[in-house]
């Protein structure tokens, strides 16, 4: 058959419809037709799915209205799916995977942009994040603000669960009016070459309240049976007679007094490791210095 061309109007009374064959010739129809309001109805249950095949864009003047449902899906067999939840509610699932959505700041292709990323999985952790690929910023601030006078809360620690605030060397940082009290940390991997002591200078801010120091020991420490750790002027402040296994570690537990170290201009800036005994001669040790900064208001 040739092709049938319209100039004008094709006007289709009420209870009639349009069927459009199946290019397969295989008995397969697609409906047009209108409803008693004038709706435009568009394929029926019992018939094969709709496909817009004339070009890449499907323009909707006023608004696309799904029934309850009904969905919207993307990919083969729909693997990213946009529901109804519920009254309000949307939701992104499919009901057996993680999902992933990205907000992007910049995008030149897979491999290049700057974005933030929301997904959850069937894991225990669920995770808001800056991501980046290519030329795209490895260093991206993330901030959750309130406004004017509101307050900003983070989830509830009960049941026995616990609130975290991690980055690379602060783990807590609470700022008013410029005022601020910070609790940070500051480590340092010492190689146990050779003599009786290794230190880790200047590991201690000037103003800083060292809540105390941990050590971790990377590679076995060879030499001496144990070691002690102080600040220079106390040789065991922070343990003595630790073990110089790999993997041992120290923490308040072996810390030989509960008095906190104040750098108040030069004391206890640094974190010194000393042999109980002979020479070192070969391992690792990383020490941690978990302390306080308090920061005065400037306005």
Do not use: C
Request: charged share 15%; hydrophobic share 40%; glycine share 12%.
């Amino acid at each position: 058959m040739a092709d049938f061309q319209v100039t004008g109007n094709i006007r289709i009374p009420n209870a009639a419809a349009i069927l459009v064959r199946d290019q397969n010739d295989n008995s397969d129809f697609t409906a047009l037709a209108t409803d008693a309001s004038a709706n435009l109805l568009i394929g029926h249950a019992s018939m094969p799915n709709i496909f817009f095949v004339a070009g890449p864009i499907v323009h909707i003047p006023t608004r696309l209205e799904l029934a309850d449902g009904a969905r919207l899906a993307w990919g083969s067999g729909g693997d990213v799916s946009l529901w109804r939840d519920g009254q309000w509610e949307l939701g992104l699932r499919d009901g057996l995977n993680d999902m992933f959505f990205y907000i992007y700041g910049t995008f030149t292709d897979a491999s290049n942009y700057e974005r933030l990323a929301l997904y959850a999985g069937s894991s225990v952790l669920h995770i808001i994040e800056p991501q980046s690929a290519g030329t795209g910023n490895n260093t991206i601030n993330l901030a959750i603000r309130a406004l004017g006078g509101g307050s900003f809360t983070i989830g509830q620690a009960d049941n026995g669960g616990s609130l975290h605030f991690r980055g690379p060397n602060t783990f807590y940082d609470a700022q008013s009016n410029n005022q601020q009290t910070q609790i940070k940390m500051a480590s340092q991997v010492l190689t146990m070459s050779s003599g009786q002591t290794q230190t880790a200078t200047n590991r201690i801010p000037a103003g800083a309240i060292v809540l105390g120091v941990t050590t971790r020991v990377e590679t076995l420490v060879t030499g001496p049976a144990t070691f002690s750790v102080g600040d220079g002027t106390d040789v065991d402040r922070w343990g003595t007679g630790l073990p110089v296994a790999s993997a041992s570690r120290s923490d308040a537990t072996d810390w030989t007094t509960s008095a906190l170290v104040v750098n108040n201009g030069g004391l206890g800036a640094d974190i010194v490791v000393t042999s109980d005994g002979v020479d070192f001669t070969g391992g690792t040790i990383r020490v941690v210095v978990h302390y306080l900064n308090l920061i005065a208001p400037t306005i």
